[in-house]
């Protein structure tokens, strides 16, 4: 599947710089184009892959390219003002050569959180083609603000998007690496998966054609209907060459070969639990997801359909969904791994829970607010009123 990425303030940059780095490493080919758009000259500076002349510096009125603090009203209304410039780069873009926009943003800071909905509004209005969010939720340690921004960000962007893909920060975070370290492994793994999810639907030329091979509009038609989803991976590593390939599958009669059959497929369904029952992008109940994907990667020796298959019916039986798809994703890395995509997940207890922290915040923001004046006055004024200003 080939997406246009934008990368939205300086998570959402730093992850669609990440994706070409995946898409160069892999030669995947699912960036089809890249824009970074931001308010803060510095954090564009920071890129290393997306071209120059698609990072575009918004708000340059408003806040000369400092960028916004955590302020995502600041960042909406930003992205309001500047929309022109954004759809400028996004005008160099060969969108009839594009399946879907894919706009990341973190989504507890204010660039970001702010712009990202804005845009997807935008894009909405004028192509056809669908509009997804990749959202990444802070680390509960982050603070009430960050909780509180990633709480309306989410509504907002939930509701402007075709399907908002989750990431939860705080379910990744590793103890005692710095946040820096912390956010490139964290990255690492987000592209992980849905590098292999999108590049799925990918078949290049003088690649081997997949025994059911998933295409684009199957991911297309798992996440149509909206929502919010979440990603589960699990993989194995193995060697690349063993088997040799797809000699091994046509060859047949030999009992060895039969062994192998059983093998693969036992393996397959264990890495479609471990990817579903695992960490989830977003943790979540699977029970209730409305649609699922399941693509299982790897050198086609090890890949079959009846592990998928019997993948497949698992899914359903452990969602309850009637409409699970799968198929197969050969690629000549030397590990087999399964992606699953839950899409219309609704029983998702972290974001009840991010609302009620969001919520206690607010409460507190408003509190502090009726106080002020009062504390400052107390401050500034003398007990007694004997003191009297200069003018
Ligand atoms: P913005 O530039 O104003 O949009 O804000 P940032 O993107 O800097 O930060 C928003 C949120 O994104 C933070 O609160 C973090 O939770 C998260 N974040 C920042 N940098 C990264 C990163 O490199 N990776 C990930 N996964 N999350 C990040």
């Not at 308010?39 to 806040?63: F, H, W, Y």
């Not at 509180?148 to 509701?159: D, E, H, I, K, M």
């Not at 849905?194 to 997949?210: D, M, N, S, T, Y």
Request: aromatic share 6%; with cysteine.
């Amino acid at each position: 599947m080939k997406l246009a990425m934008i990368g939205f303030g300086q998570a959402g940059g730093k992850i669609v710089d990440r994706f070409l780095e995946y898409d160069d490493r892999t030669g995947s080919g699912i960036v089809r184009a890249a824009v970074a758009v931001n308010s803060a000259k510095t954090d564009l500076m920071g890129l290393e892959r997306i071209p120059e002349e698609n990072r575009v510096l918004i708000g340059q009125a408003e806040v000369n390219g400092h960028g916004v603090g955590a302020d995502n009203e600041l960042g909406a209304e930003i992205a309001e003002n500047n929309v022109d410039e954004i759809q400028h780069a996004i005008d160099s873009i060969p969108t009839h050569e594009v399946d879907a926009f894919l706009i990341v943003a973190g989504m507890g800071g204010g660039t970001g959180s702010g712009g990202a909905p804005v845009l997807a509004d935008h894009l909405k209005r004028i192509y056809t083609i669908p509009v997804y969010g990749l959202g990444v939720l802070p680390g509960a340690d982050e603070g009430g603000i960050y909780t509180l921004n990633a709480a309306r960000s989410f509504q907002t962007f939930v509701r402007e998007t075709d399907n908002l893909l989750v990431f939860d920060n705080d379910s990744w975070r590793q103890t005692g690496e710095s946040v820096e370290g912390s956010y490139e492994q964290i990255n690492g793994e987000i592209v992980r998966r849905f590098g292999i999810l999108f590049g799925a639907g990918e078949v290049r030329k003088g690649q081997e054609v997949a025994e059911s091979v998933v295409d684009s509009s199957e991911i297309i038609n798992t996440l149509a209907g909206g929502g919010v989803s979440t990603i589960g991976f699990a993989s194995e590593d193995v060697d690349v060459d063993a088997g040799g390939g797809l000699l091994s599958r046509f060859t047949g009669g030999d009992p060895g070969d039969e062994l192998d059959t059983a093998e693969t497929t036992n393996r397959i369904t264990s890495l479609v639990r471990k990817a579903t029952l695992g960490r989830l992008t977003l943790p979540c109940e699977v029970e209730g997801t409305e649609r699922a994907l399941l693509v299982l990667a790897g050198p086609s020796a090890y890949l079959n359909r009846k592990g998928i298959e019997r993948g497949r019916t698992w899914l359903e039986d452990e969602t309850g969904s009637m409409e699970v798809r799968g198929g197969d994703y050969p690629r000549r890395e030397s590990e087999v791994a399964a992606a699953v995509l839950l899409s219309g997940v609704t029983n998702v207890p972290r974001i009840k829970r991010l609302q009620e922290v969001a919520i206690e915040a607010q409460d507190r923001i408003d509190d502090i607010e009726a106080e002020r004046e009062q504390n400052l006055e107390d401050l500034v004024e003398d007990e007694e009123d004997e003191l009297e200003p200069l003018f």
